[in-house]
Structures are given as C-alpha cells and as structure tokens.
C-alpha cells in the first residue's frame, strides 16, 4: 500500500466527494500496469552471513525474519568474487561493476610517502547505486557502506563507514593544541551530531543480551581481542537505529544498510562449529565447553541480527522490494593469531540472499545471482535504466515481476561526483588496526 500521506488524503478526500455528488459509488484505484515501479526499496547487507549456517538455523526455526522473507518471497545464494575482500564485493553489490572498473581493489593501498592509506570513496571511480538514484531525484538513505568516506551529496542522509570507528572510544574526537577538526562522515552535516547522539544512546533494540561477553566458558583465547569482539553487538545496534531514525524522517525511496557484526564474530568463532579441531593449532583448539559457548554466541548473534533486521523490514510494505544479501560465507580456517574463521576459498565464495516484493513468488529460489546483479536489479525495480558497462543484469526474480524491457542507457558515469570535504577522519588508526587484527593488511 502506498502511504497516506496529508496531500493524497486530501486529494481522496475531493475524488469522493465528486464521486457522491455525482450519484456513483466510489470504486478501489488503479494503477497503469506499464507504469514504471514506485515501490521503495531496502537493500540490507549482513556482511559474511555463510548460508550453510543460516539455512540450519532456519530449519531450527530460530531466524524467524528471514523465515518470514523466504515464505513470502525468494532465497538462495549469491555468488561473490575473488579475492573474497569486502571492500572489493560491496563496491560491486553498490556499483554493479567489476573492481577493475569500480577502482576500489583492497582495503588499503601504499600512498606517496610509502605509508599505508584506506581506500576511501574519491578512489571509487564510477557512481553508484546511491548516485543514480539520487540523481533521478530519489531520496536516499546509505549506512554503513564500504568506502563511503568523505561522504557523497546525496539527495538524502549517508552515514560513511568512518561512523563507527570514529564513536570508539579515543577516536570520538580530536582535540589539543593544533589539532585539525576531523572531516565530516555523515551528510548533511546536521545529521552527524544525531548519529553521534544514537551511536551513545544504550537504550536495547532488542531483548537479546550481548551473547559476545559474559560467558566465562567462551573460548580462553578472546581476552587477547580485549573489546573488539563484544563491542559489535552495540555497533550493529547502533547502525540499526540510525538507518530507522532515517527511515521515519526521510521515508526513503532507497534505503541501504549495511551491518558488520556478523562478519566479526565469525573470524573468532567460527572454529566453534568444527568438529575435528586438529586443523587448528594448540593453543586454538578448543575444549567441549569453550565449543559449546563459542557456537551458542555466534548462533545467537545470528538470531540477534535477524530480530534487527525484522525492525527494518516491518516498516516496509507489499508494494517495496526488500533485498537481503551478504557479500560471502566463511570456512574453517587459521587467520591471523586467535582467527578461526576464514573467507578465501571456494567453500565462502557464496552468500546469502532473499528477497520479497510484488511479482516475486512466494517460496521461490534464487538462482544465478551475483554480486554485480544487485545494482542492475534495484535500478530496474526503481523504474530506472541499468547501465550498459555494468557488468551485472536483472535478476530473474525481479525480471518476471517487471512486466516491460529492461531500460539501458550508454552509462550513468556521465558527470563528476559531489563530496563533502576530504580530510583525516579522525578513524583511520582505529579502522586500521582493526584490519591489522583481522589479517586483512600487514
């Protein structure tokens, strides 16, 4: 259903008074079936959700939200690329386009004076799925994406992946003699300070408790993480809250979200669900209570991520297309000191996806999806042309429902991207450590 808004209740208003003064009985509307869609949509990612794990907790009956996507809609897989790096796949979920092409190929990059620097959002060279929409004048809302530092001019609210690292504690803010004020993460700016106000506001979203900490049986080898591993929970929260405070203002005609916990706890507790712990090294391998408290945290972080997304989605209705993808799975494997969690082989190439919204069959699967067909998907459904150097295509879940030609144009990269000013940050240390730590650079 389409909101109610105050100008459509009034122009209802003047339709059915015409209709009674005429002596006719007012009947339901219609709509122009060739009429391009104008459903909203919502696009969430839960980076590194694996599906051999999510389809056992389904059948558990213990991800009732995606459950709930999968009856009323699509599920399979979606194929990722290699190298299976985060910041190379979201790019293309948000671009359609391949790295080469895309520009962003790492998590950093060597910069002039031979130090490491981030791949930051001047170095992606096409636009992206947020640009396009805006540009066709939709409202937009974009959290927590890759690569989204110094924030976009969207016509809408983009909340950078500096957000989160900047709210850790010893980064909130940069002060002192000479001290450079750091560069804005959120547009428009007088977003930024509600987003720091949400990221310090502890009020629970859900009735989980953090299943990260606490638990003297989880595995010994986590207090050498200190709080890079618990403090997840509160970061997904927050993102949550900042994408709904987005959502009941904005009422965005594109909403995309993007939340990290899953993938996190993943690299420490994967080695949980092994059995055959000799693959690890002594000091790794785990006792039967540390397994049993290792993999009831992460299964719980699952189900607590699924209760987040289940707020996100009951604000959109039958008329919005609502997407549900992660950028790869995980394997066994042994990372950088205590990591037991991997994704660099076959085994985490694929990653989730469901999907809901009008034409899509109920209790469908989704086949021979890719990262690179997200974009083209959600332009066709927004009733917008794909580009013709994407490397991706629509989806046949979504082909089925359009009714029409998929619309093309040469390429959407037609002009220059607009930014808030490039500076320091203020989270570059904190975002680099913590790629340190997960072994993602040297």
């Not at 803010?173 to 300070?193: K, L, N, Q, S, Y």
């Not at 066709?380 to 359009?402: Q, T």
């Amino acid at each position: 259903m389409f909101p109610l808004t105050p100008t459509r209740l009034v122009f209802a208003c003047l339709a059915l008074a015409c209709l009674v003064a005429c002596g006719e009985e007012p009947t339901a509307p219609t709509r122009d079936l060739a009429e391009p869609r104008r459903g909203r949509v919502l696009l969430v990612g839960l980076d590194g959700a694996a599906p051999a794990l999510v389809d056992r907790l389904l059948a558990e009956a213990r991800l009732p939200h995606l459950a709930e996507l999968a009856r009323r809609g699509a599920r399979g897989t979606i194929r990722s690329l290699t190298p299976i790096e985060s910041p190379l796949v979201w790019n293309t979920i948000a671009t359609g386009k391949l790295p080469a092409d895309h520009g962003i190929l790492g998590f950093a990059h060597p910069s002039a004076d031979g130090t490491r620097a981030l791949y930051l959002s001047t170095d992606r060279r096409v636009h992206a799925l947020w640009n396009i929409a805006s540009d066709a004048g939709r409202r937009v809302g974009v959290v927590g994406f890759w690569n989204t530092y110094p924030p976009d001019l969207i016509n809408g609210v983009m909340a950078s992946d500096h957000l989160i690292a900047r709210n850790v504690e010893g980064y909130r803010e940069m002060t002192g003699a000479g001290a450079v004020p750091p560069g804005p993460v959120v547009h428009p700016a007088e977003w930024e300070a509600r987003a720091n106000e949400i990221f310090r506001d502890a009020t629970p979203l859900t009735s989980f408790a953090n299943p990260l900490e606490g638990d003297p049986d989880l595995p010994g080898y986590l207090a050498l993480a200190g709080d890079d591993l618990p403090r997840r929970f509160a970061e997904d929260a927050a993102l949550t809250k900042l994408a709904l405070a987005i959502e009941g203002e904005l009422h965005p005609d594109l909403l995309m979200v993007l939340l990290p916990g899953i993938d996190r706890a993943s690299h420490f507790l994967w080695g949980s669900l092994i059995d055959d712990q000799s693959i690890y090294a002594e000091e790794l391998r785990l006792s039967p209570a540390e397994r049993q408290a290792g993999r009831r945290a992460l299964e719980t972080y699952y189900a607590y991520v699924d209760a987040l997304l289940g707020l996100l989605v009951a604000r959109y209705d039958d008329e919005d297309l609502i997407l549900v993808v992660s950028d790869h799975g995980f394997e066994p494997g042994r990372g950088l000191g205590i990591l037991t969690g991997v994704h660099e082989g076959e085994a985490a190439l694929d990653g989730i996806a469901f999907a809901r919204g009008p034409g899509i069959v109920p209790g469908s699967s989704i086949r021979d999806f890719s990262v690179a067909d997200v974009t083209p998907t959600l332009l066709s459904f927004m009733g917008l042309p794909i580009g013709a150097d994407m490397a991706g295509r629509v989806a046949a879940f979504v082909e089925v429902a359009s009714g029409s030609a998929v619309a093309t144009v040469r390429t959407h990269d037609t002009s220059a991207i607009a930014r808030m000013p490039l500076g320091a940050s203020g989270a570059e240390g904190e975002i680099i450590e913590q790629l340190e730590k997960l072994g993602y650079i040297e």
